[in-house]
C-alpha cells in the first residue's frame, strides 16, 4: 500500500484505495475483543468488516444493532463480522449497550469494534471520508463495507454517504451471492434471489435462477443443475443460460473458477496470510 501526502499541508496520510482484487493490508489493533492481528485473525473465513464514522450516532447504531442481529446468518454461511471506527476501545464499550438497550436486550454486539482514533487503520485500508471530520479536525472512518474472501482479497466492496443507513438484507444477498459462485461457476442475476419468478422449464419455477458460465458445456449444465434454459436472442448467440442451483450445493471452495470471474482479471498472487 502507497500513500501520498495530503495536500492540506499537514503531512498527514491519504489512502491509496483498494479495488476489487486486492490483497487487504495486514494491521494489528485494539478492539472490544481484544488485539486482533487481521491475517491472523480472518485466516481462511470469510470476512464482512464494517466501518462506520462514530460511536453514539443514530444511523451507526441502528446498523450495529442491524449487523449483530443477522450475524448468526452470517456465521451459517462462513462468515467473521468486524466492525470499525475512529472512536477508541472505551467507548465502544460503553457504547454497545445503547445499542442492545434500543434493540430492547433482542440482540448482543458479540463481534469486534475496533478502535482507530490514530485513522492508522482506516488510512490503510482506505475507509476515510474526506468530507467529514471530527472534534479532533481529523477525517472520520466512512460508511463503508467490505467482503473479504478466505484467500485475503477484497471481493466486494460498498461505500455509503454518512446520512444513509445500510440493508441487512443486501449485505445477506451479496455474501449468499459471493459463497455460492466460489462453490460453483455460475454468476447471480440482477435482483437475484428474487428473479425470473415467472418463468418455467419442464413445469418447474426458474424463480432464483442464475446465469451459467459459457465455458461449461450443455451436457454439464444437465449434469450440474436440476433445471436449465438458454434464451433465444436476436444476436444469435447463446451466452443467456439460466439454471436453478441443486439444493444441496458443493461445499468445496473452487478459487480457480472464482478468481476468473473477477472484475479485474488480474492473477491471484501470494496468499496473504503466508506474510
Same mark, same amino acid.
Given at each position: 500500500?502507497?500513500?501520498?501526502? %495530503? ?16 490483497? *487487504? +493490508? ?7 475483543? #481484544? ?32 449487523? %449483530?442481529?443477522?450475524? +448468526? ?19 465502544? *464499550? ?21 478502535? @482507530?482514533?490514530?485513522?492508522?487503520? %482506516? ?10 471530520? #471530527?472534534? $479532533? ?12 474472501? +478466505? ?7 460498498? $461505500? ?48 432464483? %435462477? ?6 461449461? !458445456? ?7 443443475? !436440476? ?35 473477477? +472484475? ?6 501470494? @496468499?496473504?496470510? $503466508?506474510?
Amino acid at each position: 500500500m502507497e500513500y501520498r501526502q %495530503a495536500s492540506c499541508g499537514s503531512g498527514a496520510r491519504e489512502p491509496t484505495f483498494l479495488r476489487v482484487g486486492d490483497v *487487504v +493490508p495486514d494491521f494489528a489493533a485494539s478492539s472490544t475483543k #481484544g488485539t486482533i492481528h487481521f491475517h491472523r485473525w480472518i485466516k481462511g473465513k470469510w470476512t464482512v468488516f464494517f466501518s462506520h464514522p462514530a460511536a453514539f450516532t443514530p444511523v451507526c447504531t441502528t446498523e450495529l444493532g442491524m449487523l %449483530a442481529s443477522v450475524q +448468526p446468518t452470517l456465521e451459517q454461511l462462513g462468515f467473521r463480522v468486524v466492525a470499525m471506527s475512529c472512536d477508541d476501545v472505551a467507548q465502544h *464499550v460503553e457504547w454497545e449497550r445503547d445499542i442492545e438497550h434500543h434493540f430492547e436486550g433482542k440482540v448482543g454486539i458479540n463481534f469486534p469494534i475496533i478502535g @482507530d482514533s490514530s485513522r492508522d487503520v %482506516a488510512v490503510k485500508l482506505g475507509m476515510v471520508d474526506p468530507e467529514m471530520r #471530527g472534534k $479532533d479536525v481529523m477525517p472520520l472512518t466512512s460508511r463503508t463495507v467490505f467482503i473479504i474472501g +478466505p484467500d485475503g482479497r477484497l471481493h466486494l466492496l460498498m $461505500d455509503y454517504p454518512d446520512f444513509v443507513g445500510r440493508s441487512a438484507k443486501e449485505l445477506l444477498r451479496v455474501c449468499r451471492s459471493l459463497v455460492l459462485c466460489a462453490r460453483l461457476y455460475i454468476a447471480t442475476p440482477a435482483s437475484w434471489p428474487d428473479n425470473h419468478g415467472t418463468l418455467t422449464v419442464d413445469g418447474k419455477s426458474m424463480a432464483g %435462477a442464475v446465469c451459467v458460465h459459457s465455458s461449461i !458445456s450443455d451436457k454439464e449444465v444437465a449434469r450440474r443443475f !436440476s433445471a436449465s434454459k438458454t434464451f433465444a436472442l436476436p444476436s444469435g448467440k447463446k451466452y443467456m443460460r439460466l439454471a436453478l442451483v441443486p439444493d444441496s450445493p458443493p461445499q468445496s471452495t473452487c478459487w480457480e473458477g472464482l478468481v476468473r470471474c473477477l +472484475p479485474c482479471g488480474r492473477p491471484r498472487g501470494d @496468499d496473504p496470510s $503466508d506474510t
